[in-house]
């Protein structure tokens, strides 16, 4: 078969001696498998078999085989590897079927950017994750039954603003909540982000800016321009890769997990959202409430209504939940807001009026780092568009809008106020119960929901066993 144009000048310009396909397990995680070039044209042509059976969240070992297709398109030279190595996305078939495998996020992505064009709603949504993590010079835990702990540590953490290990102590610590734009020598990470970015501009993802986030000891954020669904699922996991791989290369470890370290704020995803018609940004409206329009509205309706049941895919671990707690800038309040911060749907009013309509989106707040993006994106997009096919008013359902710092509240007023589930249980409890929503167009099927809700209920059960020190701290004495 003939070469694709842009992965033949690929292979004349850096004459790569490897391939490497990688596709994403329902975890969020990327996997990979690799070959010489010279099975180039063969993995083209008829795609790699692998054991679905060794995937968690896949196949049984009676029926393991699968087969994996690239995606020309996404073929790139990674920066990582020493010998140079051709990456490719792939997407999963069933072989013995001839179809997509059911269990791929990433097929499950495709059909909800087809079910938005099938509804008739909108052409294209556009997505911005802003996908927050951490730099730590040192992670270490263990989990032996007589010894569970885990360490972290950061040059930047104030935690080290006394420290005499025998080196000159130069301070510059960062204060816990107080790392938000600090420059250099204060912020120690800024070459270390211009790479990653550079990685990432390099590999098609345009990045709009970088910096350093609240908490001490390395909290950073790194934001790419929108895009649509599909295509941001696949740069979000492409930026977590880069990520860590420039992280490694200076000697550091990159922590996506949303609360890492207690007492200060955690690292959350906050999610930008629009839908589109042509070159119409179908959010925006002259003259209305944050400048938004009733179909808007309605779809924030669609996901402030379905927000439990959304957190199974959006906050996904049961370490999310320490993260979504009061007094951290944590979007724990079920509410919309212009501006507001402390509402889960924040509309962003950094432009305003008829000349900046392309910018209107909304900024959904609850979600963090660990979420599988092609399966928190659909379930985002299939719970407004529900909004907008039952014409959910936030305002008539007791979603605001609240313009007020809904952390300050007290008493009647505060009571009126929803919050988001106080655990992964939860939250996987309430998706078993509201999950029709997801099951529109056939984008996520009750045996994908099943599979997840079986992998998080044994996640849960697994934490759930363990005693931590802290519960050392209250009981042992007593």
């Known amino acids: 078969m003939a070469t694709p144009a842009n992965i033949d000048k690929l292979l004349k310009s850096d004459k790569p001696e490897m391939i490497d396909i990688r596709f994403t397990d329902p975890l969020g995680v990327w996997q990979h498998a690799s070959a010489p070039i010279g099975e180039l044209d063969d993995i083209l042509e008829d795609g790699m078999g692998f054991d679905g059976s060794s995937i968690k969240g896949f196949q049984h070992i009676y029926d393991s085989d699968l087969l994996l297709t690239v995606e020309p398109d996404s073929a790139h030279i990674d920066p990582f590897y020493k010998v140079p190595t ?154 977590k890769y880069v990520v860590r791989n420039t992280a490694r290369e200076h000697g550091l470890t990159a922590n996506f997990m949303p609360k890492p370290l207690f007492g200060d704020n955690g690292s959350g995803m906050h999610v930008h ?130 313009d007020k710092n809904i952390w300050e509240l007290s008493g009647e007023e505060k009571a009126k106020i929803a919050s988001v589930p106080g655990s992964l249980n939860e939250s996987v409890r309430a998706l078993e119960k509201d999950h029709d929503y997801l099951l529109a167009g056939d984008v996520f099927t009750e045996d994908i929901l099943s599979m997840w809700t079986d992998l998080k209920k044994s996640e849960i059960h697994e934490v759930g066993l363990r005693p931590t020190p802290y519960e050392y701290y209250l009981y042992s004495g007593t």
């Open 86 to 239: 051709l990456t490719f996305v792939a997407t999963v078939h069933d072989p013995e079927k001839g179809s997509r495998y059911s269990r791929d996020p990433r097929f499950v992505a495709e059909k909800a950017e087809a079910f938005l064009k099938a509804s008739g709603v909108a052409d294209t949504s556009y997505w911005g994750p802003e996908a927050e993590f951490f730099l730590f010079s040192q992670m270490s835990f263990n989990i032996d039954p007589h010894h569970m702990a885990f360490q972290i540590d950061s040059p930047e953490g104030h935690w080290n603003s006394g420290a005499t290990d025998g080196q000159s102590n130069l301070g510059y610590r960062i204060p816990a909540k107080a790392g938000y734009f600090p420059v250099p020598p204060t912020d120690t990470l800024q070459d270390v982000r211009s790479e990653i970015s550079m990685h990432l501009e390099k590999w098609g993802a345009k990045v709009e800016m970088h910096h350093h986030e609240v908490a001490s000891a390395g909290q950073c954020e790194i934001d790419m321009r929108f895009d649509s669904l599909v295509k941001m699922a696949d740069k979000l996991m492409t930026y």
């Open 273 to 402: 959202n629009s839908l589109w018609s042509g070159d119409k940004n179908l959010f925006y409206a002259d003259g209305s409430y944050a400048e938004l329009s009733e179909l808007a509205l309605n779809y924030i309706g669609g996901i402030l209504s379905h927000v439990d049941s959304l957190l199974a895919f959006c906050a996904p671990t049961t370490n999310s939940y320490r993260r979504l707690v009061p007094h951290y800038e944590a979007p724990v309040n079920v509410a919309y807001s212009k501006r507001n911060r402390s509402a889960i749907i924040r509309i962003p009013m950094y432009y305003s009026g008829k000349g900046h309509a392309k910018a209107k989106r909304i900024e959904f707040r609850a979600p963090d780092p660990m979420a599988n993006p092609y399966f928190a994106f659909s379930a985002i997009l299939l719970a407004g568009l529900d909004g907008v096919k039952r014409k959910i008013d936030p305002v008539k359902a007791g979603f605001g809008p609240l």
